[in-house]
């Protein structure tokens, strides 16, 4: 070791009791040995008391020594550090705005960095001293300014800076952290949390503002609805968010596209919320897959007019959807619904009914080539699309069928409809039923649609002009007993006497596949209604909705062996889309293995992909693809039964960096303040630089108290001491 690195000793003082009290209780113990021994002394030589005494004073005294806590100080020099200052420059796109005298904001940078000279004329650091970062994603050292390309398509402020400061070695200190930036942030971090993590670190933070305050104009629109299919005839809602920058209390006009028509148009009137939700409902009338686009009109002065519009697809089938009815216990409500599904063109149904113990009736709405039975097998079950159940089910499913009835829902995308409430009695024990109803009825009630269900096409149907006044009270409805966890409610109803409204529709997903219980009794009054003629009544249109609003939540078209579905119709550029092929039953899961999976911009290929067997998922096949670049993309698969399916999806560009770019000064007040810094104006720059060069750095030498008593031989010192004592004492005859 050098001899400047050695550390020095002394020894010191640390008593445990102030030192007045030490004294003090020092001289209190030796007078009170002193006169103890005196008075003992008169029966023992000159020399015997003499002996006793001292090794008592000695005992005291070392204890009284303990108490002063002798301890030895080390005085070790600070560690060698290298002292640096780090610059980090924002290179995100929203840099390369020219609001500012140089030009563009990171060619602003860069001539505040060259006059301050922290960078050569060539853009390299000035000394070794200075260390250059760019960020925005992330940061990244920088051998020179010319490295900036203002390309950053975010900007993650508290990653950065996390970053920069994590790069300090062992032996490194930093001065200050500079951050020229306009102060964008998309990382949503409080700036208050990454100033304290550069202060954890010593690293105040000073910031330079570039470019303009001040607020842009702009409105983008993106889809946040996505159904992967509708029936013909069926109201859709397309539904969108509109994200608005400057535009308080502006009004709006925003369309809806098909094609290349305007099919619908909206006024909104913005308040000053930073969103708005627009919907639009539509039907179609024949199959087909449809692109829509919700569309604002451009703004005066508006930043980008590029993102006021965004697309989606609708796809239009018209495939009967298979259902199965079962009851245990028939009623009028089993009655009047089964006759509404059987007379519906969109349905094709199965019904078994048993009226009396081992009677049955069996009816089919088209005949089939084998006997109609209760599913044995799951792939009986994944046969239908819907299975509706009425009460006293347990007659008709033993304990097998029922666990394939659950498999059915969970692990391969069924519906259930619990139609009159408990299916099963308290003896059959499952996991499908969202709710569990009470037995005791409220009589006489109205429904009345809850906030979850509002926007459902079933209860527009009942909530719309003209049908809330001939939608009848309802004969009974039943209290909840025990609710699911991730149970929607979706309608209530009250006493006509008042009262409290209690649930009665109640929605819940189950694993893969989704269950409705209605826990009411009287819906089939809704099917008389003297001003509506034939059969479309009010309880005719709600049942049609509620099973094509269930079914547009699955993945499976009827009838179908294989179905290609997308997470999404609209995918951000630079994000995947992953597709999801699913086998209806085991006959199409052994023909299926790998299948190619082809992507088109447009007209032109775009890439391949292959749909592989998932290992998590016996039925399912699964893929991903990376979109290039911004544009509509269609993605075709040929499935070995023969059919070829298709998934539309449009990739769209929303960067916001160069979008919201006014300068954010605030954001990088409380960043630099947070820390122990401050915000910047640039003349302050080099007053600045001139404090950190000339900045004293605490080089005085650590002291260390290290305790030089705690050594075993004091403690056998002290006790040998009073042993003596007390041996003698008893040697020559004293208590």
């Not at 409105?219 to 029936?231: A, F, L, M, W």
């Not at 451009?298 to 609708?314: G, H, Q, S, V």
């Not at 039925?619 to 693809?625: G, M, R, V």
């Not at 160069?658 to 954001?667: R, W």
Request: net charge neutral; glycine share 6%.
């Amino acid at each position: 070791m050098t001899p400047s690195l050695a550390a020095q000793t002394s020894i010191v003082f640390d008593p445990i009791l102030p030192i007045g009290a030490v004294v003090l209780l020092g001289l209190a113990m030796t007078t009170l040995t002193i006169a103890i021994y005196r008075r003992v002394g008169t029966r023992l030589s000159v020399g015997q008391s003499g002996t006793l005494l001292l090794f008592r004073l000695l005992g005291v005294a070392l204890v009284l020594l303990l108490l002063l806590q002798p301890s030895r100080v080390e005085e070790i020099p600070p560690p060698l550090t290298n002292r640096v200052t780090l610059v980090a420059v924002d290179d995100s796109r929203s840099m390369a705005q020219k609001d500012v005298e140089q030009g563009t904001r990171s060619q602003a940078a860069r001539a505040l960095l060259a006059d301050a000279s922290l960078v050569k004329p060539d853009g390299t650091p000035a000394d070794h001293d200075t260390r250059l970062f760019q960020f925005g994603e992330d940061a990244t050292p920088m051998k020179s300014v010319a490295d900036l390309k203002t390309a950053g398509a975010s900007t993650r402020v508290h990653r950065s800076i996390s970053t920069i400061i994590s790069s300090l070695g062992a032996n490194d200190s930093a001065r200050a952290l500079l951050i020229f930036s306009d102060g964008h942030d998309f990382e949503l971090t409080n700036p208050a949390k990454t100033g304290f993590l550069a202060r954890q670190r010593a690293v105040p933070i000073y910031a330079v503002a570039l470019g303009k305050q001040g607020t842009v104009r702009d409105v983008s629109v993106r889809i946040t609805s996505y159904q992967p299919y509708c029936y013909v005839k069926q109201k859709a809602r397309i539904s969108g968010a509109l994200r608005l920058i400057g535009c308080e209390l502006e009004t709006l006009n925003v369309e809806l596209v098909r094609g290349d028509q305007v099919v619908q148009t909206q006024k909104l009137h913005a308040g000053d919320e930073p969103e708005m939700a627009v919907n639009f409902d539509v039907t179609e009338p024949a199959v087909g897959q449809y692109e829509y686009e919700i569309r604002v009109t451009p703004l005066p002065n508006e930043a980008d007019t590029e993102n006021n519009r965004a697309l989606t697809y609708l796809n239009v089938i018209d495939q009967q959807i298979q259902v199965l009815f079962l009851e245990g216990s028939p009623y009028w409500d089993t009655t009047f619904l089964q006759r509404s599904l059987m007379r519906n063109d969109k349905m094709n149904v199965d019904s078994i009914v048993q009226y009396a113990d081992g009677k049955a009736r069996v009816v089919r709405k088209k005949p089939g080539e084998t006997e109609l039975k209760i599913p044995a097998t799951a792939d009986e079950w994944r046969r239908y699309d819907v299975v509706v159940l009425g009460r006293s089910v347990e007659k008709l499913l033993g304990t097998e069928a029922l666990r394939q009835l659950e498999d059915y829902v969970k692990n391969h995308g069924g519906t259930v409809i619990f139609s009159r409430g408990r299916a099963f009695g308290n003896d059959t024990p499952n996991e499908l039923e969202p709710v569990i109803w009470s037995a005791q009825p409220t009589e006489h009630v109205r429904l009345q649609v809850a906030r979850e269900g509002q926007a459902l096409a079933p209860f527009r149907t009942i909530t719309g002009p003209g049908s809330a006044d001939n939608v009848p009270d309802l004969i009974a409805s039943y209290g909840v007993t025990e609710k699911k966890s991730l149970a929607a409610t979706l309608a209530t109803a009250q006493a006509a006497d008042g009262g409290e409204a209690v649930p009665v529709m109640v929605h819940r997903r189950f694993g893969e596949g989704q269950v409705l219980s209605v826990g009411v009794d009287g819906l089939w009054r809704w099917a008389f209604n003297a001003k509506i003629e034939g059969v479309n009544t009010l309880f005719d249109r709600f049942w049609d909705q509620m099973i094509l609003w269930l079914m547009a939540g699955r993945d499976f078209l009827p009838t179908q062996q294989f179905a290609l579905r997308a997470n999404s119709a609209n995918i951000p550029l630079g994000e995947k889309i992953y597709f999801r092929a699913i086998v209806r039953d085991s006959t199409a899961k052994k023909l299926a293995a790998d299948i190619p999976l082809t992507v088109h911009r447009d007209k032109d290929e775009a890439g391949h992909t292959t749909l592989r067997p998932d290992a998590t998922a016996a039925d399912k096949l699964t893929a991903e693809f990376l979109a290039p670049k911004p544009g509509k993309y269609t993605a075709t698969a040929k499935f070995p039964d023969g059919t070829t399916q298709t998934a539309r999806f449009v990739v769209f560009d929303d960067n916001l960096e160069q979008t919201e770019v006014a300068t954010d000064s605030g954001y990088l007040r409380k960043l630099c303040e947070s820390s122990g810094g401050r915000l910047l104006l640039p003349s302050e720059l080099n007053k600045l630089l001139d404090e950190l060069k000339n900045d004293k750095f605490d080089s005085s030498p650590i002291r260390k108290l290290t305790s030089a008593w705690d050594r075993v031989w004091i403690f056998w010192l002290i006790g040998l001491l009073f042993g003596v004592d007390w041996y003698l004492r008893r040697r020559w005859g004293l208590a």
